[in-house]
């Protein structure tokens, strides 16, 4: 994920990969340096999800999918 973003970084900063910039002046160029990175935007999303559907009255669907668990393991 950080290397997908990373190349799409450098993509919008018009910096071929062989020119070999380093992260952080790519990230200067975007001003998006000292943000949060891909996977923490990721996590902080899922979080706010889980804590939304926690919320969820029992017998909405995505509670009722999030609390189950499967009763025993299917045969091959």
């Given at each position: 994920m950080l290397s997908t973003e990373m190349?799409?970084?450098s993509r919008s900063a018009r910096?071929?990969?062989?020119e070999r910039i380093k992260n952080e002046h790519i990230k200067e160029v975007m001003g998006v340096k000292?943000?949060?990175d891909i996977?923490?935007?990721i996590?902080?999303?899922?979080?706010q999800w889980y804590s939304h559907?926690?919320?969820m009255p029992e017998e909405r669907i995505p509670k009722l999918i999030m609390d189950w668990?499967?009763?025993e393991r299917r045969e091959r």
């Open positions: 190349n799409v970084l910096k071929p990969w062989m000292g943000k949060p996977i923490d935007i996590e902080k999303k899922r979080l559907v926690k919320r668990i499967p009763r």
